[in-house]
């Protein structure tokens, strides 16, 4: 239930109010969850331009009922819909019976639509701290549907642990509209805003969020975490994502003092790391003693230690990953990891070869500005090998594979052989060092090609003595 005051004066305000204001205008109109087919009927027309919220602040209802609505509705045609992070593959991403009458553009994929690229879904190559500018940039917005929690007695609501876009295009759409769930975390920062913000609440959604296992790592992944933590001072701000080594990351750094956190992406592991007082944000520069983001993605434990939490605090992409804000955080520290590497420092994250597999998200961003922060670092922390055995190190990227750091800015990688740290040194010296980073039986094979290649002195063999940069295995 809503606070009975913000209820009541809600409910009042809103029954004589037009069935679509303009936000920033007056009160929202309330509509029952029952009621959303008469919603998308008002709101939907041919062309229509929709964002949707990420992630845990997806539209459950938006993309259950979309299909429906087009089979309702013959004369909506296309409509065009942006997304990021889809939480499952829902029916409206294959109905082969839609044909062209809509289509997705995304800024990130995953197994929900990346096997559907080239038909109805399309990914839109660019940073996370432009998502909001080049949304914008590709044309108006006629529709935001996004999610929010309850509003307080005060009148405000959070749209929860999502603030990438939401609010940039939330201020520029014709219609904006909100499904009121009360299983979406109130968090703070930018996700709170006065329910005049929205045109339209949906009441009555009780959809479950989209929850994110903590992935297991082996002992690979925690010598490879072990390499990272090494590098990372007491009282350093950090930044790193999910999977197996992030997850190992964070239980090596559990002997860390006074830790801060600047990170597009707030999940489990930094949850631990703050619940363990590692974590405090004291010597942080900006949002002292602030966890800091623009998203959220995990558990349900993650989630409820974010409601009404003062010390977690979401802002949206184009400011957490800004150059100037990024590398103003005290000893700013970025891990990311990559799908392929080659020998002198291309960095790619988000394909294989011609397949696009995710999206560049903020790596670029991360990798970047954290260099330019005083005793700042940035590291790609990578497994030697794939799943099936597969150098991940290469002489030569795939045929298509996509860039995600240019060598030019590439500082550190490192993998379960050792460290390479690669800013300052010419390709010559990338060729040997990387070599070292692939380990047997990849390595003499690897320096062969790159001779050929002519891209590495033949002289050169692997080996200890004549790779001065390369820190071997001591864990």
């Not at 830790?259 to 405090?280: A, P, R, W, Y």
């Not at 400011?319 to 960095?347: A, K, P, W, Y």
């Not at 003499?444 to 790159?450: E, N, P, T």
């Amino acid at each position: 239930m809503w606070p009975r005051r913000a209820a009541a004066s809600l409910a009042a305000r809103a029954s004589s109010a037009r069935y679509m204001t303009t936000a920033r205008r007056g009160m929202p109109r309330v509509v029952s969850v029952d009621k959303i087919d008469e919603v998308a009927s008002a709101v939907l027309r041919p062309d229509s331009r929709i964002v949707t919220a990420m992630a845990v602040s997806e539209p459950y209802y938006f993309y259950h009922n979309i299909h429906r609505w087009l089979e309702m509705d013959s004369t909506l045609t296309d409509l065009k819909v942006y997304c990021a992070n889809p939480n499952e593959p829902v029916p409206i991403f294959a109905d082969k019976n839609l044909g062209e009458r809509i289509h997705f553009t995304t800024m990130f994929l995953n197994h929900a639509i990346r096997h559907l690229q080239g038909r109805r879904v399309s990914y839109m190559p660019h940073h996370l701290s432009t998502w909001s500018e080049n949304i914008l940039r590709a044309g108006p917005i006629n529709v935001f549907w996004g999610s929010c929690t309850p509003p307080q007695e005060n009148g405000y609501v959070s749209l929860g642990p999502g603030c990438v876009y939401e609010t940039d295009i939330m201020r520029k759409a014709d219609v904006v509209i909100l499904e009121v769930n009360p299983n979406i975390p109130y968090v703070h920062g930018s996700p709170v805003i006065p329910i005049e913000s929205a045109d339209i609440l949906i009441d009555g959604c009780t959809a479950e969020l989209q929850k994110l296992p903590k992935a297991e790592y082996d002992d690979i992944d925690m010598i490879i975490a072990r390499y990272v933590a090494d590098l990372i001072p007491d009282e350093a701000t950090i930044q790193f994502g999910i999977g197996g080594i992030p997850n190992a990351l964070g239980d090596a750094l559990l002997e860390k003092r006074d830790l801060g956190v600047h990170t597009e992406m707030i999940n489990d592991c930094l949850m631990k790391l703050f619940q363990s007082g590692v974590v405090t944000g004291k010597y942080k520069s900006r949002y002292p003693e602030r966890m800091v983001g623009s998203f959220a993605l995990g558990t349900q434990d993650l989630y409820d230690f974010m409601n009404d939490n003062p010390g977690v605090f979401l802002v949206p992409g184009r400011i957490v990953n800004s150059m100037e804000e990024f590398s103003r955080q005290h000893m700013m520290h970025s891990i990311n990891t990559c799908v392929e590497l080659d020998l002198t420092g291309q960095i790619v994250s988000e394909s294989v070869g011609h397949r696009q597999l995710s999206g560049v998200g903020g790596a670029a961003d991360t990798h970047v500005a954290a260099q330019k922060s005083p005793g700042g670092r940035s590291i790609i922390a990578v497994r030697s090998t794939s799943k099936n055995g597969q150098s991940k190190i290469v002489s030569q990227l795939q045929a298509g594979a996509k860039i995600s750091i240019s060598r030019n800015d590439v500082d550190t990688v490192i993998t379960e052989y050792g460290v390479a740290p690669l800013k300052g040194l010419s390709v010559q010296e990338r060729v040997v060092v990387c070599i070292c980073l692939a380990g047997f039986p990849f390595s003499r094979f690897q320096l062969h090609l790159a001779c050929c290649l002519a891209i590495a002195r033949p002289r050169r063999t692997p080996g200890a003595t004549i790779c001065p940069h390369f820190i071997p295995l001591t864990h």
